[in-house]
């Protein structure tokens, strides 16, 4: 597993004293609020401040003072520590699952978890080996995630 994970993108700046304006690629801009620290081409950023607007967040980071020094870093991509993030049990960053054996309930061995697909109603798994399936993300397919150890269990139904 990767210790820096992306994400957010700067996608703009915010006012005119350095403040910025990151979309989240989490859940939500609030889980990225408890961050004390961001990296920006592998380097750590102190946050100053940060709050939540309109779904984004709104980051005052050190060294970054006015909209001329927060212009440059307008398009960057935005990562956290994977140690720094406290995550509820049970939980987990979607990205640690790319790769992933998927099997059936009965252990029948489907192929890899190849991608995630961000649906509006949920997540859709897609599952690449004899041939692509599509898996919706939700606990009547989904039976058991183990990231930890790779591994996803499924149901299938017929048509699948």
Do not use: C
């Amino acid at each position: 597993m990767e210790k820096y994970l992306e994400a957010a993108k700067i996608v703009n700046t915010h006012g005119i004293k350095g403040e910025l304006k990151l979309e989240p690629w989490a859940d939500n801009a609030e889980f990225l609020k408890g961050f004390k620290f961001l990296y920006i081409d592998g380097k750590p950023v102190k946050v100053v401040s940060s709050r939540v607007h309109n779904g984004f967040l709104i980051a005052k980071l050190e060294g970054v003072d006015d909209v001329n020094a927060a212009m440059p870093l307008k398009n960057k991509v935005v990562s956290i520590d994977r140690d720094d993030a406290k995550l509820p049990k049970g939980s987990f960053f979607l990205g640690d699952l790319i790769g992933a054996s998927v099997v059936t309930e009965t252990g029948e061995a489907l192929g890899k978890l190849t991608d995630v697909l961000e649906m509006p109603a949920h997540n859709v798994y897609v599952v690449t080996g004899e041939r692509e399936i599509l898996i919706p993300a939700v606990p009547e397919f989904v039976l058991k995630t183990d990231a930890s150890a790779g591994v996803v269990t499924v149901r299938l139904i017929e048509g699948m």
